[in-house]
């Protein structure tokens, strides 16, 4: 396991669990947008959640590589998601902010490959 590795993949996995950390506490900066965007108030819990396991995930691949192989799809799908979300809603000035959670997420992923 190389050094750059293991420091992209924690500085991401930190990254992502801020993430779900805010949507959890209903940091205004995140669930503001989120209801702008249509997404349901009761799906906030599972996105949190979601975010969450693939940053717990990521930690976890530098140990067990399959875990982390498995959190990097989900977390890629999440954030894929995420972008098709502000697109539809039409506020394509915040398409980049999912693009900066997903960008650590594969280049950990790359860095490990």
């Known amino acids: 396991m190389n ?3 293991t420091i992209v993949t924690v500085l991401a996995a930190l990254w992502v669990g801020f993430s779900a950390l805010s949507v959890f ?11 702008e965007y249509g997404v349901a108030r009761r799906w906030w819990p599972w996105l949190g959640a979601a975010k969450a396991a693939g940053s717990l ?4 691949g530098l140990f067990v590589p399959v875990i ?5 799809i ?3 799908l999440y954030f894929t998601g995420a972008v098709v979300t502000v697109a539809r809603a039409r506020s394509y000035a915040h398409l980049p902010f999912p693009l ?6 594969v280049g950990a992923f790359l860095l490990g490959a």
């Open 25 to 35: 506490i209903h940091a205004k900066w995140v669930v503001e947008p989120l209801a």
């Open 74 to 76: 989900g977390l890629v």
């Open 57 to 60: 995930g990521l930690l976890a």
């Open 68 to 72: 982390g192989v498995l959190a990097t």
């Open 100 to 105: 900066l959670y997903l960008a650590p997420v």
């Open 3 to 5: 050094l750059a590795y």
